[in-house]
């Protein structure tokens, strides 16, 4: 049998387990099984020839009991409504779980940011805008950059809503540039509040982090930070980490410095001086403490996790295992920490923004990671809590089944207090 990947169909089945596992009421998980509300826009872009070209957008709002939607906006060439549906799914449990007045969504455009120039990619942030802006709101919907949007189409988002409300309204969208009212320590959140939760990981696990051996796959914005945080504040060794290219091994640790120069001269980590080169396939299954994929969806599948054995999986990305590399980790006794725990930071960062950009008040870099710290210690203490409690019902589930029990429960509770159901 070929494996599920179409990522919607893989959120529907995750909630279903779960909603089984919990005994979750059948109206409850009806509301749960499908967004709440799927946009889809057509609208005109000036391109640099002075004329217009149509995109496709989409903003899918999951779920907003508990809470605004919060999701971020995807520029991608190969975007679909499946993957935005998806995406505002795991949104949802993600932001329910870390326990923040957040409910879930996520937005996307079809587009190629690499065959677009600056004015172009103004244009279409713009205009994708407009065409939503009936949708989102700091009370409505607060989208955030994701895969190919940076802070600075954040600010022209920003600026459009705000023209279009004549008022400035900075909370309508984070991961803003600090100019205009991004936050302090937003842009190493996810990388940051992982590390806080391997932390927590590493204490149950009786595992001494400072002689821990790591491996990180992607050397993008979650991977680089990893690897700094990493190995400065918690002391591990980095042995080996990868991009699209491949990735680079050494046993006696790698040097970020060397890694940075390698990455601007050659374009790959694979240009490291020492060393030996992996390939991706190659850097997963290797002999480590510590494994922490960093980069894209589907990395540990099927195909290949019986042979992944690391004391902790620490999925810094967006769904790298797949269901049925799941089940076959848990029956190797692999700690797999899931996704929409271990990178919660960068929501949870998300979510100060908000907070600070409605208060008009802002923190210390200091104050921003003990909050930080403070909610992913107690997201991960929750999971590790609901696994033994299913435990000693008989029940055994891994963590990722407790982070969803915890997360779905939050959500139907919500909506059967408002009487949705
Ligand atoms: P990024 O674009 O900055 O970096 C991605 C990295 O992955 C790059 O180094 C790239 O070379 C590498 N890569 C691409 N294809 C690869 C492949 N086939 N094999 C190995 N490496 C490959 O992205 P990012 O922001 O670092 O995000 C990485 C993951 O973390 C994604 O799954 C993202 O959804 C997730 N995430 C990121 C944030 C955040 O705040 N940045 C928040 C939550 C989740």
Redesign the pocket.
């Known amino acids: 049998m070929v494996e599920e990947l179409d990522p919607f169909k893989i959120a529907q089945q995750q909630l279903d387990e779960a909603a089984s596992i919990m005994n979750l009421d059948k109206q409850a998980l009806a509301l749960l099984r499908e967004p709440m509300q799927t946009v889809i826009v057509n609208f005109p872009a000036k391109m640099r020839d002075g004329k217009t070209r149509t995109f496709r957008g989409f903003r899918v709002l999951y779920n907003n009991a508990r809470g605004p939607g919060k999701g971020g906006i995807r520029y991608h060439p190969e975007e679909t409504i499946e993957t935005v549906k998806a995406l505002s799914a795991w949104m949802t449990w993600k932001c329910s779980l870390a326990n923040i007045q957040y409910g879930g969504s996520k937005g996307g455009v079809i587009c190629d940011t690499k065959k677009l120039n600056e004015t172009e990619l103004e244009n279409i942030s713009r205009a994708y805008i407009r065409a939503i802006s009936k949708f989102i709101g700091p009370e409505v919907d607060v989208p955030a950059p994701?895969?190919y949007t940076t802070p600075q189409m954040m600010a022209w988002m920003m600026d459009e809503f705000s023209r279009i409300k004549e008022h400035n309204v900075f909370g309508v969208i984070t991961g803003k540039p600090l100019e205009v009212w991004g936050s302090e320590g937003r842009n190493d959140?996810?990388a940051l509040g992982g590390l806080y939760i391997l932390r927590e990981a590493a204490k149950m696990k009786k595992i001494d982090l400072k002689k821990a051996k790591v491996a990180i796959?992607?050397?993008?914005?979650?991977?680089h930070f990893a690897f700094s945080i990493a190995s400065e504040m918690f002391g591990c060794k980095i042995v080996a980490i990868?991009?699209?290219?491949g990735g680079v091994y050494d046993e006696k640790g790698l040097d970020l410095k060397k890694l940075d120069e390698a990455k601007e001269k050659t374009g790959s980590v694979q240009g490291y001086k020492g060393g030996k080169k992996v390939s991706?396939e190659e850097l997963l299954e290797l002999n480590v403490d510590i494994l922490i994929p960093?980069?894209?969806?589907n990395?540990i599948h099927g195909g290949n996790a019986a042979r992944i054995k690391p004391k902790i999986l620490l999925e810094?990305?967006?769904?790298?295992v797949t269901p049925e590399a799941d089940k076959i980790l848990s029956a190797n006794g692999v700690l797999d920490l899931p996704?929409f725990l271990v990178?919660s930071g960068?929501v949870i960062g998300s979510y100060f923004e908000w907070i600070q950009n409605q208060q008009g008040y802002y923190w210390t870099r200091e104050e921003f990671d003990k909050k930080l710290d403070v909610i992913v210690t107690k997201s991960f203490k929750d999971v590790m809590a609901t696994q033994k409690e299913y435990a000693e019902k008989g029940k055994k589930i891994n963590p990722r089944m407790a982070a969803y029990i915890i997360a779905v429960g939050r959500v139907a509770s919500a909506m059967k207090t408002r009487g949705w159901y």
Do not use: C, Y
């Not at 796959?217 to 991977?223: E, L, V, W």
């Not at 810094?316 to 790298?320: I, K």
């Open positions: 994701d895969v959140s996810t796959q992607g050397f993008g914005n979650a991977g990868s991009d699209s290219q991706n960093a980069a894209i969806e990395q810094l990305a967006n769904g790298p996704d990178n960068g």
